[in-house]
């Protein structure tokens, strides 16, 4: 799109700066996210604690919230952090994992919300809850598909004034006005635990120096693009695993820009 920065030359820009990004994420993706983030060029720091939380969020380039394996201290820590960044100007990205599950979940969720994520990336099941949809989700899973989402991605960024993420076999974003699919990525991807999450950090990296819809987009291509690579080699699950981290660290601007394939929506 001739209004977008490329996704290469937004990796680029991600690298040259080595992000520091505050993953405030759940016990299960705190790993992977990190060597994700690791892989990609960036700085995590799994900085969560109230006590700290918001006071590490004003020196982080970016902060990803994930609500995955939330308690009433980490919302705590959450909050800090969302209303330090907002403060300090830093960019900050909303996982709404499951939020449609419990009471607790939904609660927080909608706090949170008030605290205007700069971008959201959930599945189709968690998109289309958080628009006041019916979705067929249950616990962590999707059961809906991306285009079935893609009207309430629209709503949601065009009230909350945000850019929205739908991921699936083909993931969509918009910012309320321009809208993406990104195609790409491999049917191994779901049977690793927490990758999902991983990508929401990701995304918060390439916010850190790039505009939110581009750095959106660039994340998610590079996802798809090194997902695709690493399942060409890949057995099964778990050598797909360590070939995606190989996969990611190796690919670089121009490569990125050869092999996304970003439509029009």
């Avoid at 969560?48 to 308690?71: M, V």
Wanted: charged residues 15%.
């Amino acid at each position: 799109m001739q209004d977008m920065t490329s996704p290469g030359a937004a990796l680029i820009a991600m690298r040259k700066q080595t992000p520091l990004v505050q993953c405030i994420t759940n016990f299960v993706a705190m790993n992977i996210a990190a060597n994700v983030l690791l892989a990609a060029g960036a700085s995590p720091a799994m900085v969560h604690a109230e006590e700290e939380a918001g006071e590490f969020a004003r020196i982080a380039g970016a902060l990803t919230i994930n609500i995955g394996t939330i308690s009433s201290a980490w919302m705590k820590g959450m909050r800090a952090a969302a209303e330090a960044a907002n403060e300090s100007g830093a960019p900050w990205v909303l996982d709404p994992v499951a939020h449609y599950a419990t009471g607790f979940r939904r609660k927080a969720v909608a706090a949170l919300l008030e605290l205007r994520p700069t971008i959201i990336r959930g599945n189709a099941s968690e998109i289309i809850a958080l628009s006041g949809g019916a979705s067929r989700g249950q616990g962590v899973d999707s059961r809906d598909a991306v285009e079935q989402a893609e009207t309430s991605a629209r709503y949601l960024a065009s009230t909350h004034e945000t850019v929205v993420a739908v991921t699936g076999v083909t993931d969509f974003v918009t910012d309320g006005e321009r809208a993406v699919r990104i195609e790409g990525g491999s049917p191994l991807m779901p049977q690793i635990t927490a990758l999902g999450c991983s990508l929401t950090c990701l995304v918060g990296a390439f916010a850190a120096t790039n505009a939110p819809f581009d750095a959106t987009v660039a994340a998610l291509a590079t996802f798809a693009v090194a997902g695709e690579e690493a399942a060409r080699k890949a057995d099964g699950p778990g050598s797909f695993s360590w070939r995606f981290l190989d996969c990611l660290a190796a690919v670089d601007g121009a490569f990125l820009d050869r092999h996304s394939r970003i439509l029009a929506a």
